[in-house]
């Protein structure tokens, strides 16, 4: 049970941190290394936990995140046309909105994780299907450009974020790495760094060292940590392909670490945030959307004071989406399987009743 705590209250950071992230890239001049450092870590470790928590993968989660997505697609393009980001509605469904890349990506791990269940018993197909996976994944954005331009050929809306086909693969090892993590490695990494002054020094030296490294190259690595640009975007002259990649990665997982011993496993308001982050990260762009249009005030701040609101905005909309009232009332909508399952079993309840009153009223 304390260990389930622990992980919602890391979840909890991790939510806080991608409303935050999103809130300064509406005005980032001056910010641009703090949204980088967010952005390095905070979705492979949300995806990390997302494996981690799929040792039963089933079919109905699939079909509840596929019907997440086109319910909240539909209405982000109703939304995004009265917030004032399009001229028109449009009912786009190959291209996701902002943060609803996650719930594709999400949805087609989960599918994964079923099929490396199945062939589980079948160790050297398995291991064949991680290897070229892995692969894949790794080799994913050195290939995209030149995929996309030969598909475009034959579909010209076709792009790298396209049911956010290229993050699927770019972030997928940290799903495996999270999805073959047993409890007991998970509770080595926890009793690693055991005492509060080495998890001080060595998150606090590893921001530094990272800071700097960012500060050197802070017009490419935010093109990198997105993860759904092709190779073009963020080449660094003199740097190869695998050295940048390996970067990405390492840097990811050293994120991972150090937030899983850094957050404890007492129960807080990042509790909550943790239990609801789901409600979190469906809702929050509300509040974003409508300030990439109207964003004039806060870029006449200076960077501090940006950093100031664009927190206590993070602080508030958090507050508000993770509260038990709200996620009392949007229940059935981020969990549609479930409003379906009650609907099924009431239906069939009620084709039990007039069968039992035809039966018995039968002369």
């Given at each position: 049970?304390?260990k ?11 939510i806080?941190l991608?409303v ?5 890239g ?5 910010l641009e ?8 870590f ?13 040792k039963?993968p089933?079919?109905?989660k699939?079909?509840n995140?596929?019907?997440l997505?086109?319910i909240?697609q539909?209405?982000?393009?109703v939304?995004r ?8 509605i449009?009912?786009?469904?190959g291209?996701?909105h902002?943060?609803l ?9 989960y ?5 490396l269940?199945k ?19 790794f ?7 030149q995929?996309i331009?030969?598909?475009k050929?034959y ?10 086909i290229?993050?699927t693969f770019?972030?997928?090892p940290f799903f495996?790495?999270?999805?073959y993590?047993?409890?007991d490695?998970?509770n080595?990494?926890?009793s690693s ?5 080495f998890k001080?020094?060595?998150?606090l030296?590893v921001?530094?060292l990272?800071?700097?490294?960012l500060?050197?190259?802070?017009d ?5 940590f ?7 975007k963020?080449?660094i002259e ?5 050295g940048?990649?390996?970067f990405?990665y390492?840097?990811a997982?050293?994120?991972?670490y150090l937030?899983l011993?850094a ?8 509790t909550q945030w ?9 809702f ?5 959307f409508p300030l990439f249009?109207?964003?004039?005030w ?6 501090d ?5 664009c927190f ?10 993770g ?9 059935y909508?981020?969990?549609p ?5 009650i609907?099924?079993a009431r ?10 009153y035809?039966?018995?009223h039968?002369v």
């Open positions: 049970m304390q389930d705590i622990k992980l919602n209250n890391v979840k909890g950071v991790l806080f991608v935050f992230a999103h809130l300064l509406v005005s980032k001049s001056g290394n703090m949204i980088e450092i967010i952005y390095s905070h979705m492979p470790a949300f995806i990390f936990l997302n494996g981690y928590f799929s039963r089933s079919i109905k699939v079909i995140l596929i019907l997505y086109v909240f539909t209405f982000y393009c939304y046309y009265y917030a004032g980001n399009f001229s028109v449009q009912f786009t469904y291209s996701p902002t943060h890349w996650y719930i594709v990506s999400l949805g087609s791990w599918a994964l994780a079923i099929i269940k062939i589980n018993v079948r160790k050297i197909l398995q291991a064949a299907l991680l290897i070229l996976l892995l692969g894949l994944s080799y994913s954005r050195f290939y995209a450009d995929i331009d030969f598909i050929i579909y010209s809306n076709m792009h790298t974020q396209t049911l956010s290229l993050r770019v972030f997928l495996l790495a999270g999805f993590c047993s409890k490695i998970m080595k990494i926890y760094l055991d005492k509060f002054k001080l020094f060595f998150t030296s921001s530094v990272v800071f700097i490294i500060d050197e190259y802070n490419k690595f935010d093109q990198l997105f993860g759904f640009l092709g190779y073009q963020f080449h003199n740097l190869s392909y695998t940048i990649v390996l990405h390492s840097l997982m050293l994120g991972i937030i011993n957050v404890d496993a007492s129960k807080s308001k990042l943790g239990e609801n982050s789901l409600a979190i990260f469906l929050h762009m509300i509040f974003v249009n109207h964003n004039s806060l870029n006449e701040q200076n960077p004071t940006r950093l100031i609101i206590t905005m993070a602080l508030g909309i958090t507050y508000l989406f509260s038990r009232a709200f996620n009392r009332i949007v229940k909508i981020i969990y399987m479930r409003y379906l399952e609907i099924y239906l069939l309840n009620q084709t039990d009743r007039n069968d039992e035809k039966k018995r039968i």
